[in-house]
C-alpha cells in the first residue's frame, strides 16, 4: 500500500530530479511552499543525501531555504550537502547562517570547522570569510554564543527580578527586607548595564549588519545593470554589506574597502 | 360634443361607450398595461406565497435491501433558499434514515393566484436503505423558507420480504444471496439460487494479520434465466467490490474485461461460473469482522418484445449467452437485476502473548531474510555502503517494521532505511516482499563483516513464533584516502577537549523535522515582546506607587503626633496657671489631658485608645520599669477622681506636689516611647 504522504514524496521527488538537470524548480514556486511540502522537500533533501547524490540533497535544501524555511537545520542541511559537492565558500556561508540561528549546535560547529580547515588547507585559505570565521574574537565568541533574543530574555527576567526588588524595597516595612530589596535591584540594575552591552552587539550583528559573502568573483557595477562601469571585481569569500534592497537581480553593496557599487544577487549569499 | 358634455353625460354603456375618443382608448390600454405590469411585479417581488411542499418515495413498493429514492419537492415565488429537515428514522424499525442527499432546481414561469410570477422549483432526493419487510409510514419532512417553516404530507412505503431461495445445493448453503431486482417480487423469486455471487474464503478463522485469500464468483444457472425468460441486454451497469476497510488487501484478480464462464456442477445443478474478483487480505484487528456483499448489476431483456437486443461485450463471445441469442428478437422489457454476494463474517484469532519476542515487528506468516551489499570492499569514511535487507514470504509484508539491525562495530548506520514492498501472486499462494535498505559508512579498515540480520515472524500454520536470520556478509574495508583535515583553532581554549578535537568527516545532516517560521523565541520582537520589557518598569513603578500612598499617610500619622504634641504640652501649660490661680479642679483636668495627648504622639494611638490600662500595656512592651507604669495610673485615677469629684481632696501643697510627680513620670516616659 502506498500511503498519500508517500505519493507526494514521490512527486515532489520526481520534480526535483526533474529540475536538477534544468534548473527549473524556481523560487516562485518555492515561495508558495507550505509547511508540509517544505518537509517533504526537506526529507527528500536528506533521501538524496542519504544515497549519495548531495547536488540534488543541496537543490532540495536550497528550495526549502528560499521558501522561508530559514531555520538552522535547513541551513546546516544546505551548508554540509555544499560542503559534500565541494562548494567551500558557500558551504561555509551556509553553516555560518546555521550557527548564527543556532549558536550552541555541536554538529554545526563540527562541520564549519571541518569546512574551514579544509579551506584552510587548500588554495582558499585566505579569503575573507575564511579569516572572519576562523579568527574570531572572544568578545564575537561571548556576545555569539546566545541569540539576541536570548539576551533579551535575559535580560527581561533581571529585569522583572530589579522590579520586584524595588517593589521589596519600598513596599515592605522590614527594614532587612528593604535592604534586600535594594541589593536586589542595585544588583539587576548593575547586571542589565552589563548585559546591555552583549546583547545590544548580538541585535546588531544579527539584525542590523546586513553582512554577506560573494560566492563567486564577480564584478561589482556602478548601477543596476550590466550596461553600467565596473568598480571593482570582488573575489569568491570576500565579504561585503548589503546597503539597499535588491532591484532586477541587482543589490547594492559596499566592499571592505568601503567602495560601494552594484552585484548580482545570485553572487552573493547573506550571512 | 364638448368635453364638458362628455363628463356630465353618463346615461347608458352605448353613450358612455360612444363618450369616449380614440385618444382616451390610448390611456386606458396604457394604463391597463401598467396595471398588468403591476401584478407581474407584486408576483415576482413581493409575493412571498406559503411554499407548496410534498414528499413521495419511489418505487413505492420494493423487497428487502432495495434502495428507495425519498423526494421532497418545494415550490415557492419570490426569493428565497429552502432547506429540508428530513424525519429520523430508527433504523431498528427496517427504513434508514434518509441520507446522501442531492438537490435539484428548476424555474417556471405561470400566473399564481399571487400573480404572474417566476416559481422556484428544489427537489430535494434522499436514499432510504430497508431492512425489514412491513408497511411503513414515513413520517413529514420540515420545510424551511425565509424563516417559515411548512411540513410535508407523510409517506407510505411497502416493503416485502425476499422471496425464498430456490433449492440451492448443499454445498453452497449459506452462500447464496438473492439478486435485487426492483419493484418485481416474482422475478426476484425466480432468480433467486439462479444469478447470485459466490464467495470463496480460504479460511474463516485466521490469526490476526495472517494472509487470507478471498474471491468471487459470478454463478448464473441458465435453466432459470430461461424460465425467466431472460437474456442478457446490454453491458454491465456497474460493480461494487467491496472496501473490506477492516483488512489490507492485495487485489490479484481485479474485476475483468471480459467475464470468462465455464461450467460447474454442484450438487445436482449445472451452472455457469466466471471468477469477478480474488484479492488477499490480511486483517488489522483480532474479533469477528465482516467482509461487505460483493455487488454486480446488470441489465436483462425479457421476452416477449419487439426490439432486438444487443450483446453486451462482456457476454458476446460467451458460448452461453450465445446459446441464448434466439431470445434476443423478442428482448422489450429492460430489467435490472443486482445479483449479490452474502456478508462474509471473519472469526480473527489474536496472536498469542506467549513465547512473542520482544522485538517481534508484526510479521505474520511464512518469511525468509536475504542480506546483500552493494559492494563488498569500501574505504573507511570515503564510502557509504548500501545495505538491504529482503524479507520475503507467504504473508503481509506491508505490516512488517523494519528489523532491529545488530550491532556493528566499525560501521555507523546514517539515516532511517527506505522500504519498498511487492508482491507475486503464484498458482496457490501470494508471495510477498518488502525491502529496507539501510545506508552505512565503515569507520574501521581491515576484513570485518556484517552480522546476521534476524526477524521475529508468527507462523499460523505451527501456530508458533520463528526467526528468520540472513547470511553473514564479509566486508573488505580500506583506510580512507581522504586527509584528514588540520582542525581550525577558534580560540586559544584548551580547557575543553570536545570543542577543537579534529573533525575526521562532516557530521551527518539533520534528519529532525523542519521547524515552522516564526516560532520559539522569534515572537519576542513583535507585540509579545513590547508587553514583556513594559512589565518591569511597570511593576516597579505600581510599587513606588503604593509607596507614595504609604508615605502620604504616614506623613498624616505624624502631623497628628505632632498635633497631640502640642496640645499636650498646652494643656500642661494651662494645668500650671490653674495651680498657681488655685483652680485645682481645673488643674486635674488639664493634667489628666495633657498626660493622655503625651502618650496619644508618644504610643501612636487615637484619642479614643488612650486609657489607662492601654497606657499601662503599651509602657510595659517598651520596657518602662513598673513604678513608672503604676505611677502615672495612679497620677491619672488621682487626676480624674479630682476633676469629677470638683476638686475634692486637693490643696495646694497635694496638687503642686501632683503636678510635680506628673512631670516627672513623664520625663522618665520618654526614655521608652
Given at each position: 500500500m502506498i500511503s498519500a504522504r508517500g505519493v507526494r514524496m514521490a512527486v515532489v521527488l520526481l520534480a526535483i530530479l526533474v529540475s536538477a538537470g534544468t534548473g527549473h524548480f524556481q523560487k516562485a514556486h518555492a515561495a508558495e511552499l507550505t509547511l508540509e511540502d517544505a518537509r517533504d522537500i526537506f526529507d527528500a533533501g536528506n533521501s538524496f543525501y542519504q544515497h549519495g547524490q548531495f547536488a540534488e540533497a543541496a537543490q532540495a535544501y536550497g528550495e526549502v531555504v528560499d521558501a522561508g524555511y530559514r531555520s538552522s537545520p535547513a541551513y546546516y542541511n544546505l551548508g554540509t550537502a555544499e560542503a559534500r559537492v565541494g562548494s567551500n565558500t558557500l558551504a561555509l556561508a551556509h553553516l555560518a547562517r546555521a550557527q548564527k540561528l543556532d549558536p550552541r549546535n555541536d554538529d554545526v560547529a563540527a562541520n564549519l570547522r571541518f569546512v574551514l580547515g579544509s579551506m584552510q588547507q587548500g588554495s582558499a585559505g585566505a579569503s575573507p570569510i575564511v579569516e572572519k570565521l576562523a579568527n574570531q574574537s572572544v568578545w564575537e565568541r561571548i556576545h555569539g554564543w546566545l541569540l539576541a533574543e536570548e539576551w533579551l530574555l535575559i535580560i527581561w527576567v533581571i529585569l522583572l527580578t530589579g522590579a520586584g526588588g524595588v517593589s521589596l524595597a519600598v513596599l515592605t516595612r522590614r527594614p532587612q527586607l528593604a535592604m534586600a530589596g535594594r541589593g536586589v535591584a542595585i544588583g539587576a540594575g548593575i547586571l542589565t548595564l552589563l548585559l546591555v552591552i552583549p546583547a545590544g552587539a548580538q541585535i546588531y550583528a544579527s539584525k542590523f549588519k546586513n553582512e554577506a559573502v560573494i560566492i563567486s568573483s564577480s564584478p561589482m557595477l556602478s548601477g543596476p545593470a550590466q550596461r553600467f562601469t565596473q568598480v571593482q571585481i570582488l573575489a569568491e569569500g570576500q565579504l561585503v554589506r548589503l546597503m539597499d534592497h535588491e532591484s532586477d537581480g541587482y543589490i547594492r553593496v559596499q566592499s571592505g574597502d568601503g567602495r560601494t557599487g552594484y552585484v548580482r544577487l545570485r553572487s552573493l549569499v547573506e550571512l | 360634443m364638448s368635453g364638458n358634455e362628455r363628463n356630465t353625460d353618463f346615461h347608458g354603456l352605448g353613450r358612455l361607450m360612444r363618450s369616449f375618443t380614440a385618444w382616451d382608448i390610448r390611456r386606458m390600454m396604457l394604463l391597463g398595461w401598467i396595471a398588468a405590469w403591476c401584478l407581474v411585479l407584486s408576483g415576482n417581488v413581493f409575493g412571498q406565497a406559503v411554499p407548496g411542499v410534498s414528499a413521495s418515495v419511489k418505487p413505492a413498493r420494493v423487497t428487502v435491501g432495495e434502495v428507495v429514492t425519498y423526494e421532497v419537492s418545494v415550490d415557492f415565488t419570490g426569493r428565497g433558499q429552502p432547506s429540508v429537515s428530513v424525519p429520523v428514522i430508527d433504523a431498528d424499525t427496517g427504513l434508514s434514515t434518509p441520507s446522501n442527499a442531492r438537490t435539484r432546481q428548476e424555474r417556471e414561469q405561470y400566473i399564481t393566484p399571487q400573480g404572474y410570477a417566476l416559481v422556484n422549483k428544489y427537489v430535494f432526493l434522499y436514499n432510504i436503505r430497508t431492512s425489514k419487510a412491513g408497511k411503513f409510514e414515513i413520517p413529514p419532512a420540515t420545510v424551511t423558507l425565509n424563516g417559515q417553516r411548512t411540513q410535508t404530507n407523510s409517506v407510505e412505503l411497502t416493503v416485502a420480504d425476499l422471496p425464498q431461495a430456490r433449492e440451492v445445493p448443499k454445498e453452497l448453503e449459506g452462500l447464496v444471496a438473492p439478486p435485487l431486482v426492483s419493484g418485481n417480487p416474482e422475478l426476484q423469486r425466480r432468480l433467486t439460487g439462479g444469478i447470485f455471487i459466490l464467495p470463496v474464503l480460504a479460511k474463516n478463522d485466521p490469526y490476526n494479520g495472517e494472509q487470507v485469500r478471498v474471491s468471487f464468483h459470478l454463478v448464473i444457472d441458465p435453466d432459470a434465466l430461461r424460465e425467466a425468460r431472460l437474456q442478457p441486454r446490454t453491458n454491465l451497469d456497474g460493480v461494487t467490490v467491496p472496501s473490506m476497510n477492516q483488512f489490507i488487501k492485495e487485489e490479484l484478480?481485479?474485476?475483468?474485461q471480459d467475464l470468462s464462464f465455464k461450467e460447474r456442477k454442484i450438487g445436482d445443478r449445472h451452472y455457469l461460473v466466471a471468477p469477478v474478483y480474488e484479492a488477499v487480505i490480511a486483517s488489522t484487528k483480532s474479533g469477528e469482522l465482516e467482509i461487505e456483499p460483493f455487488h454486480i448489476s446488470m441489465y436483462f431483456s425479457q421476452a416477449g418484445g419487439s426490439q432486438r437486443s444487443q450483446l453486451p461485450p462482456g457476454f458476446a463471445n460467451d458460448p452461453f449467452f450465445s446459446n441464448l441469442a434466439p431470445l434476443s428478437s423478442f428482448g422489450t422489457n429492460t430489467i435490472r437485476v443486482i445479483a449479490q454476494s452474502p456478508v462474509l463474517k471473519l472469526n480473527v484469532k489474536p496472536l498469542p502473548a506467549g513465547g512473542q519476542p520482544s522485538n517481534f515487528g508484526g510479521a505474520v506468516g511464512e518469511f525468509e531474510v536475504t542480506a546483500e551489499v552493494d559492494k563488498r570492499q569500501a574505504r573507511a569514511y570515503d564510502d557509504t555502503i548500501s545495505l538491504r535487507v529482503k524479507v520475503e514470504g507467504e504473508g503481509n509484508a506491508e505490516s512488517i517494521s523494519a528489523p532491529e539491525l545488530p550491532q556493528m562495530p566499525g560501521f555507523t548506520v546514517l539515516g532511517r532505511p527506505t522500504t519498498r514492498t511487492g508482491g507475486q501472486p503464484t498458482d496457490d499462494e501470494y508471495v510477498s516482499t518488502k525491502i529496507f535498505e539501510y545506508t552505512l559508512r565503515p569507520t574501521q579498515p581491515g576484513n570485518t563483516e556484517i552480522p546476521p540480520v534476524q526477524l521475529p515472524y508468527f507462523d499460523p500454520e505451527g501456530e508458533e513464533y520463528k526467526l528468520a536470520v540472513s547470511d553473514r556478509i564479509a566486508m573488505e574495508i580500506a583506510p580512507g584516502t581522504r586527509p584528514v583535515p588540520t582542525p581550525v583553532q577558534v580560540v586559544e581554549d584548551e580547557e575543553d577537549p570536545d570543542e577543537t578535537a579534529p573533525e575526521v568527516d562532516l557530521r551527518y545532516v539533520s534528519a529532525d523535522p523542519l521547524p515552522a517560521p516564526g516560532g520559539g523565541l522569534g515572537r519576542i520582537w513583535g507585540a509579545l515582546g513590547v508587553v514583556m520589557f513594559l512589565m518591569p518598569p511597570a511593576l516597579a513603578g505600581a510599587s513606588m506607587a503604593m509607596a507614595w500612598v504609604n508615605n502620604r499617610r504616614a506623613t498624616q500619622v505624624v502631623d497628628s503626633r505632632k498635633t497631640f504634641r502640642s496640645a499636650s504640652n498646652e494643656h500642661l501649660r494651662e494645668a500650671g496657671q490653674a495651680l498657681s490661680s488655685g483652680d485645682y479642679t481645673k488643674m486635674a483636668a488639664e493634667l489628666a489631658e495633657g498626660i493622655r495627648l503625651h502618650f496619644a504622639a508618644r504610643l501612636q494611638l487615637s484619642v479614643a485608645e488612650i486609657t489607662i490600662p492601654a497606657i499601662e500595656e503599651n509602657l510595659s512592651q517598651a520596657g518602662a520599669p513598673p513604678d513608672l507604669v503604676s505611677g502615672i495610673s495612679r497620677v491619672l485615677e488621682t487626676c480624674d477622681s479630682a476633676q469629677y469629684g470638683g476638686g475634692l481632696g486637693l490643696n495646694q501643697g497635694s496638687a503642686r506636689s501632683l503636678n510635680k510627680e506628673a512631670l516627672a513620670l513623664l520625663k522618665r516616659s520618654e526614655d521608652f516611647v
Open positions: - | 484478480f481485479p474485476f475483468p
